[in-house]
């Protein structure tokens, strides 16, 4: 699921892609027209298709746009996230509850713009977790932890033994550091807006 949601926002924000060595994924948009039934059509193999296959032209980096049949009307959002949410039925260790609490507490008072830079400087830092983990520079099994976990556990023993030339380390630590604490005070904030409503409530009430 981790995986799928990381090649969703990359398409959306034109990243490059490792696969294609720094290439930007180029594609034509898929159409894929949604019936009553709940079938889905794909318009340009001119066959119907499934959810998982559509999860599959996400991760490729294929541009999919899902409409309804009849009205027209834009289904894409709905359906990516019925992919997301069968993959977590699936994966229960998939996606870390920490990070779908931020989500939700993010999509209530940010913009879509920061969302998506939050997503992508996450995965970007998860991925180069995982590249210096493979590269010998921690024991810990990746595939055992959850990616705040895992960043947790590298940092810490990263800064133990930590030397002058580990500038990457200290840019990653730093970005960590931002998106915690953006999140916080986005939260906080939150929480006060909340607090200013009752008051009001409780007049109208009286």
């Not at 079938?39 to 340009?44: A, F, G, K, N, Q």
């Not at 913009?111 to 810990?140: C, H, P, R």
């Amino acid at each position: 699921m981790l995986v799928f949601i990381r090649d969703y926002v990359n398409a959306r924000t034109n990243i490059y892609c490792t696969a294609t060595g720094g290439t930007p994924l180029e594609s034509a948009k898929v159409i894929i027209k949604k019936y009553g039934n709940r079938r889905l059509y794909d318009t340009s193999a001119s066959r119907y298709i499934n959810l998982e296959e559509i999860a599959a032209l996400v991760r490729n980096g294929t541009e999919v746009q899902v409409v309804d049949a009849k009205t027209g009307e834009d289904l894409t959002r709905v359906t990516l996230t019925q992919i997301i949410v069968e993959n977590a039925k699936d994966q229960p260790a998939g996606l870390p509850l920490e990070l779908l609490r931020q989500l939700v507490v993010a999509s209530d008072h940010v913009g879509q713009e920061f969302i998506m830079w939050y997503l992508k400087s996450a995965f970007d830092t998860y991925q180069k977790l995982q590249n210096a983990i493979k590269g010998g520079l921690s024991e810990v099994q990746s595939a055992a932890l959850s990616p705040l976990s895992m960043m947790n556990k590298f940092v810490k023993r990263s800064a133990e033994q930590e030397k002058p030339e580990t500038s990457e380390l200290e840019q990653l630590r730093e970005r960590l550091a931002e998106l915690e604490a953006t999140m916080k005070q986005a939260g906080k904030q939150s929480g006060q807006r909340s607090q200013k409503r009752k008051p009001a409530q409780s007049r109208t009430e009286d």
